[in-house]
């Protein structure tokens, strides 16, 4: 469904509009009962994939779920700088956030828990050696990874009320650089110099097990929501309608990133600590990555409830007002508001088998293309 406001004419004209669905281009449908080799071209690109030649014996040094729990996209009309008009008008911006709700954080774990191990087997029945993940946590380089990290679940804020739950496994802490955010990042620079960066304890747990690392990263989502933006094409024409359009559907999408042990490079920590520190560049790390959602039909709520709340329709009313006001002014202005929020209300068991389905698909198509890869 698209969200329309068209603001060609004066405030007075003011109107939201809920129009039809959206028209985009077709995705491609993945099929469950279709083998991963069948898809995998289809859903997942790779990246440097010649560096994964000779690898064999790997382990799984971080596995993170992330959950969409709310998403949201705004749209606003603009007044060029070529409109010399001299109309007067009142601006909107126009907010549709939509929060998932019926599942906490103890189903997440499941869900989380269950992915990941069975990245695990599909890593080993794509021809693998798979070093167990109790070995691997039995490392005191693991054990120093996990101690810098952050508590998960993790909870990601973004822009216009986004959030979203971050999920390693059972007990663990969630370490990646790219939820723990530029503090984390910053501080893991100052460890570099000692050799104790997560990079560095990282490949020297590799080295340990003599395996080739995989930190695996997905990403749950319910709902896709996309503004039109909120200036106009070079800024010059006038940008008359501000639209949001939101799709409701169950998709996982994330990338397996590989180590490989013989792209390794070890030397000293620094001029003035002889320890020993190792290190895998980035550009000589494969990555498969969904180019493509993995995405279900299915339904997996129970309802989507408008739940716009009385103090968002006071402030679209009286930034509507003031517009009306500054309009009659003959003066532009960006406080008009048009605030929408949802609720889907999700079936726990459904949520929870879809999920295993997708993860399970992507997982094992880009498992596939990576075992080719070799």
């Given at each position: 469904m698209t969200l329309s406001i068209n603001k060609a004419l004066p405030a007075l004209t003011l109107l939201a509009l809920v129009a039809g669905c959206a028209t985009t281009p077709s995705a491609p449908t993945y099929d469950a009962n279709a083998s991963?080799?069948?898809?995998?071209?289809?859903?997942?690109?790779?990246?440097?994939?010649?560096?994964?030649?000779?690898?064999?014996?790997?382990?799984?040094?971080?596995?993170?779920?992330?959950?969409?729990?709310?998403?949201?996209?705004?749209?606003?009309?603009?007044?060029?700088?070529?409109?010399?008009?001299?109309?007067?008008?009142?601006?909107?911006?126009?907010s549709v956030t939509y929060t998932a709700k019926g599942v906490d954080e103890r189903q997440l774990q499941r869900i989380a828990d269950s992915a990941c191990q069975d990245a695990e087997k599909q890593l080993g029945s794509a021809g693998f050696q798979l070093v167990p993940h109790a070995t691997i946590k039995a490392n005191k380089n693991y054990q120093e990874i996990q101690a810098g990290g952050r508590p998960s679940p993790f909870e990601y804020k973004g822009k216009g009320g986004t959030r979203y739950l971050v999920l390693a496994r059972t007990g663990e802490s969630v370490t990646d650089s790219r939820y723990i955010g530029a503090g984390k990042g910053l501080a893991q620079s100052f460890k570099s110099v000692s050799g104790k960066s997560s990079a560095q304890l990282e490949a020297q747990l590799m080295k340990d097990l003599d395996m080739t690392?995989?930190?695996?990263?997905?990403?749950?989502?319910?709902?896709?929501?996309?503004?039109?933006?909120?200036?106009?094409?070079?800024?010059?024409?006038?940008?008359?309608?501000?639209?949001?359009?939101?799709?409701?559907?169950?998709?996982?999408?994330?990338?397996?990133?590989?180590?490989?042990?013989?792209?390794?490079?070890?030397?000293?920590?620094?001029?003035?600590?002889?320890?020993?520190?190792?290190?895998?560049?980035?550009?000589?790390?494969?990555?498969?990555?969904?180019?493509?959602?993995?995405?279900?039909?299915?339904?997996?709520?129970?309802s989507i409830d408008n739940v716009t709340t009385t103090g968002d329709k006071v402030t679209s009313g009286l930034t509507k007002g003031l517009g009306m006001l500054m309009a009659f002014g003959g003066q532009s202005n960006k406080l008009a508001q048009d605030i929408s929020r949802y609720q889907v209300?999700?079936?726990?068991?459904?949520?929870?088998?879809?999920?295993?389905?997708?993860s399970n698909g992507l997982i094992g198509m880009a498992v596939t293309k990576a075992a080719a890869a070799r």
């Amino acid at each position: 469904m698209t969200l329309s406001i068209n603001k060609a004419l004066p405030a007075l004209t003011l109107l939201a509009l809920v129009a039809g669905c959206a028209t985009t281009p077709s995705a491609p449908t993945y099929d469950a009962n279709a083998s991963a080799a069948s898809q995998a071209n289809t859903f997942i690109d790779a990246d440097k994939e010649k560096h994964m030649k000779g690898v064999a014996k790997v382990g799984v040094l971080s596995c993170n779920v992330m959950f969409g729990m709310t998403t949201s996209a705004s749209a606003a009309t603009s007044k060029g700088t070529l409109d010399h008009r001299g109309v007067s008008r009142a601006d909107v911006k126009v907010s549709v956030t939509y929060t998932a709700k019926g599942v906490d954080e103890r189903q997440l774990q499941r869900i989380a828990d269950s992915a990941c191990q069975d990245a695990e087997k599909q890593l080993g029945s794509a021809g693998f050696q798979l070093v167990p993940h109790a070995t691997i946590k039995a490392n005191k380089n693991y054990q120093e990874i996990q101690a810098g990290g952050r508590p998960s679940p993790f909870e990601y804020k973004g822009k216009g009320g986004t959030r979203y739950l971050v999920l390693a496994r059972t007990g663990e802490s969630v370490t990646d650089s790219r939820y723990i955010g530029a503090g984390k990042g910053l501080a893991q620079s100052f460890k570099s110099v000692s050799g104790k960066s997560s990079a560095q304890l990282e490949a020297q747990l590799m080295k340990d097990l003599d395996m080739t690392g995989v930190n695996i990263n997905l990403l749950v989502d319910f709902a896709e929501l996309q503004g039109d933006g909120h200036k106009t094409w070079g800024g010059f024409g006038n940008k008359d309608n501000a639209k949001v359009s939101r799709k409701v559907e169950l998709s996982v999408s994330g990338d397996l990133r590989f180590q490989p042990l013989d792209e390794m490079k070890c030397g000293r920590a620094s001029l003035m600590n002889p320890a020993e520190v190792c290190s895998i560049l980035s550009h000589k790390q494969p990555v498969f990555a969904t180019k493509q959602a993995v995405a279900s039909p299915a339904t997996f709520y129970s309802s989507i409830d408008n739940v716009t709340t009385t103090g968002d329709k006071v402030t679209s009313g009286l930034t509507k007002g003031l517009g009306m006001l500054m309009a009659f002014g003959g003066q532009s202005n960006k406080l008009a508001q048009d605030i929408s929020r949802y609720q889907v209300n999700l079936l726990p068991d459904v949520y929870q088998a879809e999920i295993a389905t997708l993860s399970n698909g992507l997982i094992g198509m880009a498992v596939t293309k990576a075992a080719a890869a070799r």
